[in-house]
């Protein structure tokens, strides 16, 4: 759907997954539900995650973007957010989405913006907005992730 381009992610960041044998950018820039919808990350970091995605191909029947494809989008952003919070011993788990769409889009790329509302231990809330190519809001939503800690692997 689209060229996708490898997210722009702080070396130390990077350094610390790859620390641990994840492959940080690959993870987020290929693959999955975020690939078939032509989802592509431009810049990570726990303080602001920023997207975009194509109107085209994540349309409902009447030609307008699909409401579930602003929910994609919007947690895409929000549990890279939680994920870098979180650190490297962490995963984020999505509990809570929800999303009020304000206009309707029917072609272009949309721009979604995470930024933190909350930063816990154990949770991590953030508001994603989605403008269209003018700027205009097109979805406003809100993710919380709690914070697992990854299961460490038994000592044999």
């Known amino acids: 759907m689209g060229e996708h381009t490898a997210p722009l992610f702080p070396q130390e960041v990077i350094d610390e997954y790859a620390a641990l044998g994840i492959d940080l950018p690959a993870l987020f820039s290929a693959g999955h539900l975020g690939e078939r919808m032509g989802v592509t ?12 995605m194509p109107v085209e191909g994540n ?12 929910a994609v989008l919007a947690e895409t952003l929000g549990s890279i957010g939680s994920m870098l919070h979180g650190g490297a011993n962490k995963i984020a788990v999505g509990v809570d989405l929800n999303c009020t769409h304000h206009r309707g889009v029917r ?7 995470a930024t933190p509302v909350h930063r816990g231990r ?24 709690l914070l697992r ?8």
């Open 59 to 70: 349309t409902q029947p009447y030609g307008l973007l699909h409401g579930g494809a602003s």
């Open 122 to 145: 154990s949770t991590a809330t953030y508001e994603i907005v989605i403008t269209d190519e003018q700027d205009k809001r097109v979805c406003t939503a809100r993710l919380t992730c």
């Open 41 to 52: 990350i431009v810049e990570a970091a726990a303080d602001r995650v920023v997207g975009t």
């Open 107 to 113: 072609n272009g790329l949309v721009t979604g913006v």
């Open 149 to 156: 800690d990854i299961p460490q692997p038994e000592a044999g």
